[in-house]
């Protein structure tokens, strides 16, 4: 997803993008730091759920969440977008709760399908891989060993992260299949 542009038609009529510059992945129903690890049930059933579509949820009772949904019917996963670079009409988006924000995203954008409703993913030219950094989640120390997973992915030359400054790897084409 990374260099992919996020955009949201809004019901104000007005056309919201940012380029994805910083994802986490969250995967699988024993993932520790995942919604998922409690089953297909409440805001998470949405992540055992048909691919492509949207995963909203409100976190902190007052800022919403994008997530992409992954993998196959029946088996949960999803990706977080973390960080946008503003395209068209959007503040910046640096952190997860900024990036709806700044694309006026909410939970009616939850469960729609990414690739024919008013939230969708535009095709934009690929990031190179000696540009893509790779390392742990944030903010998930709670999910124990599951923290350390390196499944957080950014553009190493973005200055919209929302944390830079963080050492990670230089991605390595082989780890992702």
């Given at each position: 997803?990374?260099?992919?542009?996020?955009?949201?038609?809004?019901?104000?009529?007005?056309?919201?993008?940012?380029?994805?510059?910083?994802?986490?992945?969250?995967?699988?129903?024993?993932?520790?730091?995942?919604?998922?690890?409690?089953?297909?049930?409440?805001?998470?059933?949405?992540?055992?759920?048909?691919?492509?579509?949207?995963y909203?949820?409100?976190?902190?009772?007052?800022?919403?969440?994008?997530?992409?949904?992954?993998e196959?019917?029946?088996?949960?996963?999803?990706?977080?977008?973390?960080?946008?670079?503003?395209l068209?009409?959007?503040?910046?988006?640096?952190?997860?709760?900024?990036?709806?924000?700044?694309?006026?995203?909410?939970?009616?954008?939850?469960?729609?399908?990414?690739?024919?409703?008013?939230?969708?993913?535009?095709?934009?030219?690929?990031?190179?891989?000696?540009?893509?950094?790779?390392?742990?989640?944030i903010?998930?120390?709670?999910?124990?060993?599951?923290?350390?997973?390196?499944?957080?992915f950014?553009?190493?030359?973005?200055?919209?992260?929302?944390?830079?400054?963080?050492?990670?790897?230089?991605?390595?084409?082989?780890?992702?299949?």
């Open positions: 997803m990374l260099g992919q542009v996020l955009v949201h038609l809004a019901d104000d009529g007005v056309r919201r993008a940012g380029r994805i510059v910083e994802t986490e992945a969250y995967v699988g129903p024993d993932d520790a730091a995942s919604h998922a690890r409690r089953g297909p049930r409440g805001r998470a059933a949405v992540m055992y759920g048909t691919p492509g579509v949207a909203v949820y409100l976190i902190y009772g007052m800022h919403f969440c994008f997530n992409a949904v992954t196959s019917d029946g088996y949960p996963g999803a990706v977080l977008v973390r960080a946008i670079e503003p068209e009409n959007a503040d910046r988006g640096a952190g997860p709760a900024l990036v709806c924000k700044a694309l006026h995203i909410d939970r009616g954008c939850n469960g729609v399908d990414l690739t024919g409703s008013h939230v969708f993913l535009e095709p934009a030219p690929d990031i190179a891989d000696d540009n893509v950094r790779v390392g742990p989640r903010g998930v120390d709670y999910a124990g060993a599951w923290a350390a997973h390196p499944w957080r950014w553009v190493a030359d973005s200055p919209h992260l929302s944390r830079r400054g963080v050492s990670g790897t230089t991605l390595d084409p082989a780890m992702l299949g």
